[in-house]
């Protein structure tokens, strides 16, 4: 993997802008992949520098994580809860992705699936937000057993390069009943776990091949995507509470349309 300075600070750009926005971050990092004609082989580099957007999560909602474990500390049942809604959502992807993850990278890990994921994905978020009922559900800690599991099942689609983490975890928490705010909070806490995961798969199975330059570039675009996370987050939540998710899914048809159309036609 040779990436130019260039390449690796708009890919890091690209991870901190959309890896919490229901957009797919996998599905634009292989279309700007695609766009600026990156070597093949940067897989490592896309899956470790969304660990740095995922710092971002840890360092905005730090008072709250401290309370966790102070209250896991004291066995406070609301500290006990959130953990385990965290750890009980994370479990499904962990087990899938365990068996199926390498043929699903073999078999759709091409722009075309992105492009056409992401338009589908656009239309199923129109819909949801049309049909989503009432909430019942206003926090981590009171979800239920069933919802966690829930959202755990849906997020599994997200390993569908353009399909998105956070897309598929805050609309199936919609669906399932969670609050707005609460069902992105969620996806934001879920994608923790999710990501320590893939990343320290991901670091193991290339350590081998990762030379001096591999991890510089690696080290620059986890910062450039934790110091643009940190942005966007914040950003998003507003967005969310007054407009809903309307305008990502209209952005998702969009993108996708001009993708697919731009790949078919070059």
Not at 52 to 73: S, T
Request: aromatic share 8%; with cysteine.
């Amino acid at each position: 993997m040779e990436l130019s300075l260039l390449a690796i600070i708009l890919l890091g750009i690209v991870e901190g802008l959309t890896e919490f926005l229901p957009v797919s971050s996998t599905g634009h990092l292989i279309l700007a992949g695609e766009i600026m004609a990156v070597p093949h082989g940067t897989e490592t580099f896309d899956i470790v520098i969304q660990l740095g957007a995922i710092l971002a999560v840890v360092v905005l909602y730090r008072q709250r994580f401290a309370e966790v474990l102070a209250g896991l500390a004291r066995r406070d049942p609301g500290a006990i809860l959130f953990t385990r809604n965290v750890l009980l959502g994370f479990l499904p992807a962990a087990a899938v992705g365990a068996v199926a993850y390498k043929m699903i990278k073999t078999i759709l890990m091409t722009p075309i699936v992105v492009a056409i994921a992401l338009i589908l994905g656009g239309i199923a978020i129109l819909v949801i937000e049309r049909i989503v009922k009432q909430p019942t559900c206003d926090s981590v800690e009171t979800m239920r057993l069933r919802t966690t599991l829930g959202i755990g099942v849906i997020q599994c689609l997200a390993m569908i390069p353009g399909v998105s983490r956070s897309g598929a975890t805050i609309m199936g928490a919609l669906v399932l009943g969670v609050e707005r705010r609460t069902a992105a909070e969620f996806s934001f806490f879920l994608a923790i776990p999710t990501m320590l995961g893939a990343t320290s798969l991901a670091l193991w199975k290339a350590r081998d091949d990762l030379g001096d330059a591999q991890a510089s570039a690696i080290a620059i675009g986890f910062v450039v995507s934790f110091v643009v996370a940190l942005v966007v987050i914040k950003w998003f939540l507003r967005i969310v509470t007054t407009h809903g998710f309307a305008p990502f899914a209209w952005y998702r048809i969009i993108a996708g349309s001009t993708a697919l159309t731009w790949l078919l036609l070059r």
